[in-house]
Nanobody
Framework: QVHLVESGGGLVQAGGSLRLSCALSGTIISLNFMGWYRQAPGKQRELVAA???????NYADSVKGRFTISRDNAKNTVYLQMNSLKPEDTAVYYC?????????WGQGTQVTVSS
């Protein structure tokens, strides 16, 4: 059984930094990519950053140059380093593992950026 557990969210002032972690337990036979999504109140969930099993990365335009996604395969953990945070980054951040026909989600972690 696959589980994703996020950590690292919290309250930070604008301009500050946070690092989110997503620990994966269990076995995924065929992993396409892992990603971080976020959902702000009243808005749809959106993809923030993704990293493929080969290490290729992709970012939403709104976070390019500020956020960095990385992975530690030995620890089965994916990270999202968030710098220069803005109030509009406030949301619940979810870790996702895309295994083509299957999708796994974490429980989410709240990130709040005060102005």
């Amino acid at each position: 059984q696959v589980h994703l557990v996020e950590s690292g969210g919290g309250l930070v002032q604008a301009g500050g930094s946070l690092r989110l972690s997503c620990a994966l337990s269990g076995t995924i036979i065929s992993l396409n990519f892992m990603g971080w999504y976020r959902q702000a109140p009243g808005k749809q969930r959106e993809l923030v950053a993704a990293i493929t099993s080969g290490g290729n990365t992709n970012y939403a335009d709104s976070v390019k140059g500020r956020f960095t996604i990385s992975r530690d395969n030995a620890k089965n953990t994916v990270y999202l380093q968030m710098n220069s945070l803005k109030p509009e980054d406030t949301a619940v951040y979810y870790c996702n593992a895309d295994a083509y026909s299957l999708n796994y989600w974490g429980q989410g972690t709240q990130v709040t950026v005060s102005s």
